[in-house]
């Protein structure tokens, strides 16, 4: 019985293909090195400052309540429709320059006359406001009989 062996090929090593390999990868991490940014080329665009003569607080939403007698109260004063326009001109412009939304919540009595929203809404309108949601005064009878 003869037994037939393989015959031993060339077994060297190939370099050729090994160069090809590394050319790609030297390529590979060339490409993505460029490709980041450093930290000082990023553009920023900072908030700038609104001059005032007093410092005015503002959260992110305002509540604004009108009372049955058509009394408008923000952040706890009671304002005419002037200075309500006045402070939500403030207001509008404080939320653009932090670049935060603009939001009012009217909050009326259930008894208010339409009339007195709607000259809350016409200064809203005038500030240029366009987040406006209404809230009605939760009745005094069912929250007791609760």
């Known amino acids: 019985m003869r037994i037939h062996s393989q015959p031993e090929g ?17 390529l ?19 908030p700038g400052r609104l001059s005032q003569d007093q410092p005015l607080r503002m ?9 049955e007698n ?6 706890d004063q009671r304002l005419d429709t002037a200075s309500l ?9 404080i939320s653009e320059d932090s670049k935060s939304s603009t939001v009012i919540t009217i909050l009326t009595a ?9 000259d809350v809404l016409n200064e809203c309108a005038a500030a240029k406001i366009e ?9 005094e009878n ?4 609760q």
């Open 142 to 145: 069912k929250l007791a009989s």
């Open 10 to 26: 060339n077994l060297e090593f190939q370099i050729a293909p090994m160069v090809d390999v590394i050319f790609i990868l030297i």
């Open 85 to 93: 326009g006045a402070t939500l001109g403030r207001y509008k412009a």
């Open 131 to 139: 987040s406006v949601t209404f809230m009605t005064q939760p009745d």
């Open 59 to 67: 959260l992110d939403e305002q509540i604004i309540e009108i009372e």
């Open 110 to 118: 259930k008894n208010t006359k339409y009339q007195r929203i709607i």
């Open 70 to 75: 058509g009394q408008i109260i923000l952040n």
């Open 28 to 46: 590979f991490f060339m490409c993505s090195a460029g490709a980041t940014k450093v930290e000082n080329e990023l553009s920023l665009k900072l």
